[in-house]
């Protein structure tokens, strides 16, 4: 989703030289300084019938140039509305809300410039419009007022965050159609979890990337450089609402930490592979896995694919064999044990290929690995979102309840593991480094 300015700045310069000539200078000045130019259409309330616009995304997405925008348009439009600004403290409703670089005085024209009464806590629009600062920390404030609208800012965030909403809620009192445009960073706490699934709720979500017109180009790189596919890079940078299962065998925070930069020397390398039942159907889960001279389990990579036929599939297997010199390759043969092997050969798999038989489900089977990575007998040598939401997913005594209709990358996993570290006779060759 891109905004017009994003549109001319991907022209060729002779085209943009060319599309500002066309619009004339006092035109172009005009546009600069006009948010409906630089605005995203995700940086835009949604159209229709809805109490509730929930902006939860990655830093820097520009949620509170959105919910700025959206207060000043409404001010702007009413001097009649009495509006609620609502953040984790007074300090932070003034210095990110009001003061902040994207806040309402910064961003009102110099005709529309509201008056900001700091002692008040109050800003008052020359249309007469007034928008009035409560702090989440004190949810009593919000007994007796009366609003049209409001705008909540970093909800995920406020202590007391139920009982602040809830008062909130009973001061829109005024008008025929309350809203509330809340903008926050994910975070799994019950009022997030609540607004989700209530009625009437709009929901917009986006990552930091989006917005990468207008973030300092080397702050991104060095963000996603150090945090990209973490539980942390995920929730603050790409605005994923990052939650544990009840009773999963793995944690968000177990995952965590587990991870790590680098694997030891190993002293061996098996391809876990768990087949789908048929081409084109589910994936097919190729995970990479080393024992470390340590004696501990380092997942190196996944190399599991989609939508591919038997040929396709077993050519991925193979590459992830010859990439990591892998001496073993495990495979899950209950569909078909012999084709899988057969398969194998076919793609040029030339090390052991070693059938294993699920006599148990996917969850029961990967219990004693959960215990691994609780005892912090197992690793992740960097992060593999697709793979760590499939093993939050799986469920102790339970049925798989994460993404996808089975966790194939998951099982890959864990065959591996159990042939790295609970597998009978393990092969334990000459140290080597990667």
Known sequence: MTSEAARVARLTQEDRLAWFKGKGDVTCERLLADWRFWRRPDQVAPV???????????????????????VRAQAEADGRLRIALVGASIGEVRQIMVEGESGLLSIAPP?????????????????????????????????????????????????????????????????????????????????????????????????????????????????EGLYSGTRLGRQELDGELMTDIEHALWSRALLEVCRVKDAPALTRVVIGVDPPASAGGDACGIIAVGLGADGKAYVLGDHSVSGRSPEGWARAVAGAAEAWGADRVIAEANNGGDMVVSTLRAADVSMPVKKVHASRGKCARAEPIAALYEAGKARHVGTFPALEDELCGLVSGGLYQGPGRSPDRADACVWAMTEVMLGKGRITPRVRGF
């Open 111 to 223: 005709h529309a410039l509201p008056e900001f009464a700091p002692s008040l806590k109050r800003l008052t629009w020359p249309n007469g419009a007034v928008a009035t600062l409560y702090s989440a920390a004190e949810p009593d404030s919000l007994r007796g007022p009366e609003h049209h609208l409001a705008w909540c800012d970093e909800v995920a965030k406020w202590p007391y965050a139920e009982a602040v909403w809830n008062n909130l809620m009973m001061t829109l009192r005024l008008g025929n159609t309350p809203q509330i445009t809340a903008t926050t960073t994910p975070r799994p706490v019950p009022l997030i979890k609540r607004l989700l699934s209530e009625k009437g709720v709009i929901v917009t979500r986006g990552k930091m990337r989006d917005n990468r017109l207008n973030v300092a180009r080397d702050w991104m790189t060095a963000m």
């Open 48 to 70: 229709g019938d809805w109490r509730i616009w929930l902006v939860m995304a990655g830093r820097g997405f520009g949620k509170t140039r959105a919910g700025a925008e959206w």
